[in-house]
């Protein structure tokens, strides 16, 4: 059987009804799917011509697309796993129904094979959903099981994971490549804090001080997608965890203060990270709301927003939303704190939840150990792990 566009196995999906009007073909299905393809599309996906037959990637410069090309006929094989199409030069294509279908029904698209979003509150749990880490690395099942979870949630805890220092790493490289940033691929926080109670550092995080609600590195143009907390030593009082679903506060601030939705998703403010030798800097809405079908990404962490990047006149306003947005997500309704015991790996989606830590005495060890991993990374092995994880005729959603 010739090549799909893809690396990927597709069920036959016979196709109940075929159509061709010049340069489209029409496709129905006994589903309710259906199908327009245009003809550039089709050859574009030619394995062999359009498509390498090697790489799967496609073969056509647009600058020799012939724009006027046309199809002539389009009937299935026997089997109704083939289509074969004729265009106008009396070139033969032939595409799989399967293939045709999981387009027809949208699994081609940036959200196939990834659980959909589900916001939360404080009414929904007051712990993050967990699973075992004890036996997680190389345990492919459990791994998309947390995962989704995280994808789901945008937070996930592992319980019982080995104290290894470098865990949080290899639990990453599971995923895909890790986010290195000026911190390093794997960094601590833990309060550097002297006899006379100084914090020789240039991060918040490693002082005793309170973290209010927050995303890291919004510095970035696209700060880290996800970030793993994880919990080597704890012998402090207070410090707990705490972190709340950015979606769902913006979500309310958008229904309940417009006024408010409208300042935070407009004016600018430069963020920057001040340290020797680097000078990390951008500027941004606190809520950035991207293009349509861009994640939603929180860009709030005072200690390094530096300067409004606004008209004066709109300075009053942006200080009163984000007062109002700060003090929404750090809230009952929407905020769940817990303890940090060794072991623990905290696992958020650092662009959607707003996390944070209460003030703790630094009277014995306390360490974290962290890595971000790009949503790029989890979403691809999501995709690939949920792919296998079905079976191959369904062409269905999660
Ligand atoms: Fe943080």
Redesign the pocket.
Known sequence: MSPTPDFYQYDARPVAQISVEHQWLRLDWEDGAHLAAHALWLFENTVGIGTDVSTREGLVDPANLRLDMSLCDAVADVTGARIVVTFDDALDASFHTGWLHHVATGQHKAEGHLPSQVPWTTSDFSHPPSHDGGQILGASEALIGWVNDLLTFGVARLQNAPLDPDFGLRLGEQLGAIRDTNFGPIWD?RADVDLAGRADTNST?NTTLR?GP???LPTRETPPGF?FLHCIANETKGGWSTIADGQAVVDALQSEHPEHYDALTTLRWIFFNRGPGIDHRWSGPIIDLGVTGSPLTIRA?YPVRGFPDMDPVDVPRAYAAMKVFSQLASSPRFEISFPFTPGDVLAFD?RRML??RTEFTAGGRRHLR?IYIDHDDVRSFARASNRRRQPASSGGTI
């Open positions: 926080v995080a973290l927050h995303t890291d970030q962490f650092n996390h944070g962290g």
